[in-house]
C-alpha cells in the first residue's frame, strides 16, 4: 500500500571505477593502483548485459541522483549494500586499504548527501581481524547500520575463525548482512563449478541455506547472542523446509551439539531475518501465503527492492497477506531489527 510507510533494507551503490577510490587510499595503495595491472575486485555478482541486473528504467552503476529520483520515492529510508567484493583481493593489506576507501566513499558521496540512507560496512572477511579492525574504524558512525560479506565463503560462517567480526559488530550494535554472490575461490556448488550463470545464480540459494544452517549448528548465537544476522536477495521460500527439516535431525543428533539449547528454528526466529527479493513462491497467490504463514513468524521478512536489479512486484506477495502483515514487512520489522529511529 502507498500510504505505508516503507523502509527499503536492499539498495545497491556501486563503486564506479578504481579511479574512484583514488582520493581515499594512502599514497602507496595510490601509487601501487596506479602502476600496477590491478583492475580491482573480481567478482561479476550482476553482470551488466544479464536481464536480471538492471531494471529498464535504471543504470547498472546507479548514481545518487537516480537512486533518490527512483528508489527513493516514498520511502522513509533506506540501507546501501555495496557489492564492491574486497574478499577476492589476495592482497590481504590492499583488500583492508580498498574496504577502508570504499567506507569512506560511502559516507562523503552517499550518507552526507542524503539523510534517508543508512549504509554498511565493506570488510575483508577473508581476514577476520583486519575484517574487524576496519569494523571499529567506523563501529560508531550514525550512517553504518550493519556489516555487509558475501554469501560465497572461505568457509560457513558460523567457524570460529570469523568471531572477531561478530564480536565487533555486536559491540558496535550492527547487524551482519550476508549478501548474494562473492568471489571466493570456492565452487559455488557441492559438485563443483557450473557452466551457465542461471545455475550460479539460482542455486545461490543453497549457500544461504549452508550458512544459516552453519551459524546455528556451529554455536555462533549462541557464542554471541546479540548476534542479528541478515540475508540479502536470498529468497525465503526454503526457509520452512530448511526449519523443519534442521529441527527434526536435530532431535536426533543433538549430542553431537550439546551448545545448541534450543530447536534450530527458534533461533533463525529470533537472530535471522530475510529480505524479500527475490519473491520466489508459487504464482498460485494461495500456496504463497501458506509458505510464509508456514515459517510461524511475522517478524522475519524484511521489505527490499534491490535496485537497480530487476525482480517481480512484491504487489502478489503484499496481495495475499493481511494489511498487519505488510506493515510489519514494509518498515517495523527492519526498524525494530535494525534499531532505526522513527
Not at 550460479?200 to 546455528?216: D, H, K, N, R
Not at 501458506?290 to 515459517?295: H, L
Request: aromatic share 10%; charged share 25%; net charge negative.
Amino acid at each position: 500500500m502507498a500510504d505505508l510507510k516503507t523502509i527499503d533494507c536492499d539498495l545497491h551503490n556501486e563503486v564506479p571505477s578504481k579511479e574512484t577510490l583514488y582520493p581515499y587510499l594512502p599514497d602507496h595503495w595510490l601509487d601501487y593502483c596506479r602502476e600496477s595491472a590491478f583492475l580491482g575486485p573480481d567478482a561479476a555478482d550482476y553482470p551488466a548485459t544479464i536481464p536480471t541486473s538492471v531494471r529498464p528504467d535504471a543504470t547498472a552503476i546507479p548514481p545518487l541522483d537516480e537512486v533518490q529520483t527512483n528508489a527513493l520515492d516514498n520511502i522513509e529510508m533506506g540501507i546501501l549494500n555495496c557489492a564492491y567484493r574486497v574478499q577476492s583481493v589476495r592482497n590481504e593489506e590492499l583488500a583492508v586499504a580498498l574496504a577502508s576507501a570504499v567506507n569512506h566513499w560511502q559516507v562523503e558521496e552517499w550518507l552526507e548527501k542524503e539523510p534517508r540512507l543508512r549504509a554498511s560496512i565493506v570488510v575483508p572477511s577473508q581476514n577476520p581481524t583486519l575484517a574487524a579492525a576496519e569494523i571499529e574504524r567506523w563501529g560508531d558512525h550514525p550512517g553504518f547500520v550493519q556489516v555487509i560479506v558475501p554469501v560465497r565463503s572461505e568457509a560457513p560462517y558460523g567457524n570460529r575463525r570469523y568471531d572477531p567480526i561478530f564480536e565487533a559488530a555486536t559491540r558496535h550494535g550492527l547487524a551482519i548482512g550476508i549478501n548474494f554472490g562473492g568471489a571466493a575461490g570456492n565452487p559455488p556448488t557441492p559438485s563443483g563449478w557450473p557452466s551457465l550463470y542461471i545455475e550460479e545464480y539460482a542455486g545461490m540459494a543453497q549457500i544461504f541455506q549452508s550458512q544459516a544452517t552453519s551459524l546455528v549448528m556451529e554455536g555462533a548465537f549462541d557464542r554471541f547472542p546479540e548476534l542479528r544476522v541478515v540475508l540479502i536477495e536470498s529468497g525465503f521460500t526454503w526457509l520452512p523446509s530448511l526449519m523443519w527439516r534442521m529441527d527434526k535431525e536435530w532431535k536426533g543428533l543433538r549430542h553431537n551439539t550439546p551448545w545448541v539449547k534450543r530447536a534450530p528454528s527458534d533461533y533463525w526466529r529470533e537472530h535471522l531475518r530475510l529480505t524479500i527479493q527475490p519473491v520466489d513462491g508459487p504464482d498460485n497467490p494461495d500456496h504463497l501465503r501458506q509458505i510464509v504463514e508456514q515459517i510461524e513468524s511475522d517478524e522475519m521478512l524484511l521489505y527490499g527492492s534491490d535496485y537497480p536489479h530487476l525482480h517481480d512486484s512484491p504487489s502478489q506477495l503484499f496481495a495475499t497477506l493481511p494489511v498487519a502483515w505488510e506493515k510489519k514487512i514494509r518498515s517495523e520489522n527492519a526498524r525494530s531489527f535494525y534499531g532505526l529511529e522513527s
